[in-house]
């Protein structure tokens, strides 16, 4: 969504954290010399900017050889559970962020602290029920994303009661969460009309809105998000957890490669993950949703159909459009429920992927889910084999989206 510059506030186009071994304060001390000393500091806008070209200089080179390496960088964000949270803004009339409003000093290693102060900057996402926008942790200075919703007393009580819960089922999953393929939960605020939840901050946005802005994958890139997102669902089922609504506008996708799962909005929790429970209703979304959930009346699903729903990304990346693209939903929901079929893998993707590819999603796409592998099983496929020489720093994928930062 296009929303209006201002100088005052955060752009998801910017670097996705300041390093923890930098203060905000000295940052902000030196832009006041270079004005000439006239008390101006720069906007969040301003010092993230500026910070982007050094940070990654410093950040990308350690993180790519790890990855080279087949294990993924954990860039672990400070949660703020049990802390006091007050919303800092910059002084009225103006534009830019003044030292009173940052902390003197940052430690080397931020611990939970007291007060959490934060600055809320550009809106950068907006859903069903909510508005996500990029933060500043004033105390740390880290960038965060803030989930907001509005809860209005004078609407539907049944939906606002509904939306709530679903609030309450997504901060109880994600705050006992921790996987580097699993988006950071780092604590909520409660007001009397609004509820925001604090996560880490991915720069390179959705899969879903790379495919939009950039057009299908290639397959190198395909097999490691895949991989990823295999071992971050590996993890959540383990933990007893349904996602329930795995899509690629579900996904996101750091700077370096990395891929994490997001959006615990309609999660489950089950004691028997991978039995099927006649408690589970049709939930979702409709093109990415395995057969049983729309058969799901009477009859109930598991976490298998979360792994339908990775082969449903896969096609998505693959084709650079959604499943069942030609099909509107209840042309889908027909073929599902009633025809039992898969979505069909388009000619222009089956002749230019790899056999492995083809199986690996037709492997996900087993009609019935007693026979449909696990995540676990999944992983040691041949599509998900880490290359050793795979660097996504060198993807024509990473040459888009840092064309994409660098034009802004």
Known sequence: MSQPEDEGTLRADQVSSLQRGDTVVSIAQRNMRKAGGLGRTKSIRETVKSQYQSMEKRAIP?????????????????????????????????????????????????????????????????????????????????????????????????????????????????????????????????????????????????????????????EAVVSSLTRQTLSGLAYLHREGILHRDLKADNILLDLDGTCKISDFGISKKSDNIYGNDITNSMQGSVFWMAPEVIRSQGQGYSAKVDIWSLGCVVLEMFAGRRPWSKEEAIGAIYKLGSLNQAPPIPDDVSQNISPGAISFMYDCFTIDPADRPTAETLLRAPFCFFDPNYNFLDTELYGKIRGAFDNH
Not at 97 to 112: K, V
Not at 137 to 152: H, S, Y
């Open 62 to 218: 350690s993180r790519v050889n790890t990855l080279k390496s087949g294990d993924i960088v954990r860039r672990k964000s400070t949660k703020m559970f049990g802390a006091r949270i007050e919303q800092v803004k910059p002084p009225r009339g103006s534009r830019m962020i003044t030292l009173d409003t940052i902390q003197d000093t940052l430690p080397l290693h931020p611990e939970r602290q007291p007060t959490f102060k934060w600055m809320k900057g550009q809106l950068i996402g907006k859903g069903t029920f909510g508005k996500v926008y990029l933060g500043m942790n004033m105390t740390t200075g880290e960038l965060i994303a803030v989930k907001q919703v509005e809860v209005k007393p004078n609407e539907d009580k049944e939906r606002m009661k509904e939306l709530v819960k679903a609030l309450d089922i997504e901060i109880d999953t994600m705050q006992h969460l921790d996987h580097p393929n699993i988006v950071q939960y780092l604590g909520c605020e409660r007001k009397d009309f609004s509820i925001s939840i604090f996560l880490e901050y991915i720069p390179g946005g959705s899969i879903g809105s790379c495919l939009r802005k950039h057009g299908k994958f290639e």
